[in-house]
């Protein structure tokens, strides 16, 4: 019944910018917590940044100072601002929610950053 669909991604140049959407649908309550993770080939997924319901946020050192996560309860909706992108941020790029003690996964949007 829940499912998370992400959009935004894309081909951006090192030091562009890009805007994640994750937008969750079959949601009656707010959705505790979203975050983005993120998987590059041959390495393993990492979180990059999360959110609370209240909205306390945490990022991966990677990405401090040039990623910003934030959320609109009203629309259930998880975005992630990513500034000064870099090549080694290319990777794809996964939405995550816990919503009453359930674990969900969007299926990924690919982020490409290269001149």
């Known amino acids: 019944q829940v499912q998370l669909v992400e959009s935004g991604g894309g081909l951006v140049q090192p030091g562009g910018s890009l805007r994640l959407s994750c937008a969750a649908s079959g949601i009656i309550f707010s959705i505790n917590d979203m975050g983005w993770y993120r998987q590059a080939p041959g390495k393993e997924r990492e979180l990059v940044a999360g959110i609370s319901s209240g909205g306390r946020t945490n990022y991966a050192d990677s990405v401090k100072g040039r990623f910003t996560i934030s959320r609109d309860n009203a629309k259930n909706t998880a975005y992630l601002q990513m500034n000064s992108l870099k090549p080694e941020d290319t990777a794809v790029y996964y939405c995550?929610?816990?919503?009453?003690?359930?674990?969900?996964w969007g299926k990924g949007t690919l982020v490409t950053v290269s001149s």
């Open positions: 995550h929610a816990r919503y009453r003690y359930m674990e969900y």
